[in-house]
Nanobody, 118 residues
């Protein structure tokens, strides 16, 4: 079993910053590729960005240049640094992972709320 636990959400003014953390535990490698998703009210969940086992990152166009994903393998933790936040970034942010072990298993964190006020 795998647990993904997000933290760091909150209320911030437009232009501000937040850093989200996702701590992974259980049957998952500390180097497992990880993703961040978000879901705004009334909208579909969307991919924010990904980080590979080697630390390569990819981002949605809407957050490029403002968000940065990083990882600390020693702590089995992935981070989402969000700068220059905009009201349209308001959403529940989720940590996500596919874990391959014979079969492919999908895991989600419980989500953390980010609210950006204008």
């Amino acid at each position: 079993q795998v647990q993904l636990v997000e933290s760091g959400g909150g209320l911030v003014q437009a232009g501000g910053s937040l850093r989200l953390s996702c701590a992974a535990s259980g049957s998952i490698s500390s180097r497992n590729p990880m993703d961040w998703y978000r879901q705004a009210p009334g909208k579909q969940r969307e991919l924010v960005g990904t980080i590979t086992s080697g630390g390569r990152t990819n981002y949605a166009d809407s957050v490029k240049g403002r968000f940065t994903i990083s990882r600390d393998n020693a702590k089995s933790t992935v981070y989402l640094q969000m700068n220059n936040l905009k009201p349209e970034d308001t959403a529940v942010y989720y940590c996500h992972a596919w874990v391959v072990g014979g079969r492919r298993y999908e895991y989600w964190g419980q989500g953390t709320q980010v609210t950006v006020s204008s």
